[in-house]
């Protein structure tokens, strides 16, 4: 029995992905508004402006606001850990997670929609190959829940590396 409990939760779409994109999303807004703010400031200063228009940006409340809260935003994504992970690293899919943790080099099952979540509750007719290189057809995957069986082509289970 594999059990991908631990996989099945990280892929089904947790809080993890929206406070890292809100997090990013904030961040940017900041960090766009005062790249914006110094611009026209030196658009302002080449045109020789004067007066309100060139009062010091950090008497400008809005502009300082900006600054802490782009300071803010890039120093959580910088140090929290595994806030990119939702777009730094792939997604495993299904029959890819299955591989891995039944310690096989390749399993296919042409029967079976693969995506990053969990199948329904149902047998899979699948093809693997094995950790020796040696393709398997007619093997079988039987998903329920969070636990998957597999077993080889004469009906036997597969041994999984614990």
Not at 147 to 155: A, E, F, I, P
Request: hydrophobic share 45%.
């Amino acid at each position: 029995m594999i059990d991908l409990t631990n996989w099945a939760a990280g892929h089904r779409g947790g809080i993890d992905g929206i406070l890292a994109f809100l997090v990013l999303a904030m961040g940017s807004m900041c960090v766009v508004a005062v790249v914006v703010r110094l611009c026209f400031r030196i658009w302002r200063l080449m045109r020789h402006r004067s007066g309100d228009a060139l009062k010091p940006l950090l008497e400008d409340e809005s502009f300082v606001f900006e600054l802490w809260g782009a300071i803010f935003f890039c120093t959580v994504a910088t140090l929290t850990p595994n806030v990119l992970a939702p777009f730094t690293t792939p997604q495993t899919t299904f029959t890819g997670q299955v591989a891995e943790q039944a310690g096989l080099t390749a399993l296919s099952c042409p029967t079976l929609d693969d995506s990053d979540r969990m199948p329904r509750q149902d047998r899979y007719e699948c093809e693997y190959v094995d950790d020796k290189g040696r393709a398997h057809d007619m093997s079988l995957l039987v998903a329920s829940g969070d636990k998957v069986w597999l077993y080889d082509h004469q009906g036997k289970p597969l041994k999984v590396e614990e």
